[in-house]
Each structure stands twice: as C-alpha cells, then as structure tokens.
C-alpha cells in the first residue's frame, strides 16, 4: 500500500527565512505533486515532478524529487507573509494517488 | 475557461437522505477525479475517470457511494443514504493524461468544492 509521509505537519518561520518541507513515501511511484492550499479553499496545483532528479522553481519555492530515496523537499526561500497556506505533496503510483497529512505553514513578520 | 465547477458549493441535509454532487470539468480534459477532504482522513481520492469510463473506485468508502460520469462534460457523485459520518468536503478535478511526448504532465485543476453537513 502507498504511504506518504510529510513533515513537518507545522512550521512556523520568520519572514526571510529559509525552510524545507519533506515528502516521504513508500513504494514505486509515477509522478508527485505539490499543491496549495489557503483556509477555506480549494487547492491549487504547483509542480508536478516525474523523474528522478526533477527540479522545478515557481518564485520562492522550489521543488525536487529523488525516486531512489523516494523522498521530495519543497524548499522555500526568503519567506513572505503570502506564503502562509497548507502545503500538500501527493504521490501516484499504481493507479493510487495518495496525499500527504500537509504542512500548515504561517510566516511571521 | 470558468476551470472546475462544481455544485452545490454547500449541502446540509439530514441523515439517510440522498445527496447527488455535481461536477464539470475543463473542456477538453480526459480525466476526472473525485477527492474528500476531512480533518480527520485528510485528502482521499474516491474514485477517477479516464474518457467517462471508471478506471479506479477503490477509494469509494463504501456501497452508499456511487458516481458517473454520462458524457466528458459532467460527472455525479452520489451518496444514499447518507450519514454524519459523510459530511466533508469534496473536490472534483480534472486534467488532461499525462504524455510525455506532448510534455503534458498531467496538472490536476480542482474545482472549489462542495462543502457538505449531513445532520
């Protein structure tokens, strides 16, 4: 069964800070995503990575993935107060999609 | 495009009742998926589609759920009877299928949801 870990489930960072979410998972997979979620909204798609060694950047996030140690960091940089949301990664694999537990994430002035 | 949509964005009814969930998709996009979103089971993918045929209903909690997809244009998501245990919020997507010769990857577009409260 595919499982996905994601951690931390909070973070709380200071504005301009640097900061690394980490997304775990158990078996094989075909592609991951990393999505967006604001409070009382739907989610809004960032990257989506299908290879090993996939890197994208949108802005102050930056996603990559390792297929070998089945992990994948979304990695912000210099935070802003815009940045505060849910954090999502999901993994599909066998025709499964599963989602990460999320990683709420408030930047403080 | 007006993206996903989806009706009714709120849904309060009474146990055992029966709930239908609606869903449009973008134009042109050859899959569909319906996700739940509680804050106990966080987000789960109930079931998808691939050309209005279902390809994967696993995640489909149990035989009170059912869905449809009659045409590319509009999918339903049933519940009946429901339950309390039912009420959350639930996501239709779609995307186009992932090909790598086209470099389409397969972004998942949500729609924002219909919020339901079974009492």
């Known amino acids: 069964e595919l499982k996905v870990e994601q951690n931390p489930l909070f973070l709380s960072m200071q504005e301009g800070k640097n900061y690394t979410i980490y997304c775990n998972y158990s078996?094989?997979?075909?592609?991951l995503y990393w999505y967006r979620q604001d409070p009382g909204k739907s989610l809004e798609s960032l990257f989506v990575?299908?290879?090993?060694?996939a890197v994208k950047q949108e802005g102050r996030l930056m996603a990559s993935l390792d297929t070998k140690a089945r992990l994948s960091t979304l990695h912000i940089t210099a935070a802003v107060h815009d940045l505060s949301a849910t954090y999502f990664c999901?993994?599909?694999?066998?025709?499964?999609?599963?989602f990460g537990a999320g990683t709420r994430l408030t930047v403080k002035p | 495009d007006a993206g996903v949509i989806q009706s009714p964005r709120h849904e309060v009814t009474e146990m055992g009742q029966e709930v239908t969930l609606r869903c449009k998709p973008i134009?042109?996009?050859?899959?569909l998926f319906w996700y739940r979103q509680t804050m106990m089971r966080g987000l789960e993918l109930l079931i998808y589609?691939?050309?209005?045929?279902?390809?994967?209903d696993s995640g489909m909690p149990e035989d009170r759920f059912s869905a449809k997809m009659p045409n590319a244009s509009f999918s339903t998501l049933k519940i009946q009877p429901s339950e309390p245990r039912d009420s959350a919020v639930y996501f239709c997507?779609?995307?186009?299928?992932?090909?790598?010769?086209?470099?389409?990857?397969?972004?998942?577009?949500f729609g924002p949801g219909t919020r339901l409260l079974v009492l």
């Open positions: 589609f691939n050309n209005n045929v279902p390809i994967d």
């Open positions: 997507a779609s995307s186009w299928g992932w090909d790598s010769a086209l470099m389409i990857e397969g972004t998942q577009y």
């Open positions: 990575l299908l290879s090993n060694g």
């Open positions: 134009s042109g996009h050859d899959y």
């Open positions: 078996t094989t997979s075909d592609r």
């Open positions: 999901a993994v599909e694999g066998n025709n499964d999609m599963r």
